[in-house]
Nanobody
C-alpha cells in the first residue's frame, strides 16, 4: 500500500502563499487519482482539489477556485497544492489522499483509500 507524507504547512499572513507537497512511497503515484482535503477544528472534512492520473483533469471546490492550484509530478512521485491569496478561513489541517485508478467519487473522502497524516496551515491577519 502507498504511504503519503504531507509537508509545507505553516503560519502565513492573509494574502500570502504556501505550497504543500505530498510525497508517496511504496507505490508508483502515476497509477493513482489524487486529492487534497482540509479539516478545521470541530468541522467536517472538506474537499479542496483533485487531479487525474495524467494531470490532464483538475477539479476544485468553489471556495478555492482562482486561488489554489493542484499539480503532480509523477517522475518525483509527488502531488502539490499551490495556495495563493490565503484567507484566515483557509486555516485547517490539509490532507492528501490517493485512490488506485480513476476515482468515481473524487469529491468525497470515501473516494480515496490512502491518506496522509496532514499538515497544519494557519493564516493570520
Amino acid at each position: 500500500q502507498v504511504q503519503l507524507v504531507e509537508s509545507g504547512g505553516g503560519l502565513v499572513q492573509a494574502g500570502g502563499s504556501l505550497r504543500l507537497s505530498c510525497a508517496a512511497s511504496g507505490g508508483t503515484l502515476s497509477y493513482y487519482f489524487l486529492g487534497w482535503f482540509r479539516q478545521a477544528p470541530g468541522k467536517d472534512r472538506d474537499f479542496v482539489a483533485a487531479i487525474s492520473l495524467s494531470g490532464g483533469e483538475t477539479y476544485y471546490a468553489d471556495f478555492v477556485k482562482g486561488r489554489f492550484t493542484i499539480s503532480r509530478d509523477n517522475a518525483k512521485n509527488t502531488v502539490y497544492l499551490q495556495m495563493n491569496s490565503l484567507k484566515p478561513e483557509d486555516t485547517a489541517v490539509y490532507y492528501c489522499a490517493a485512490q488506485y485508478g480513476a476515482s468515481a467519487n473524487w469529491y468525497r473522502g470515501s473516494g480515496y483509500r490512502y491518506w496522509g497524516q496532514g499538515t497544519q496551515v494557519t493564516v493570520s491577519l
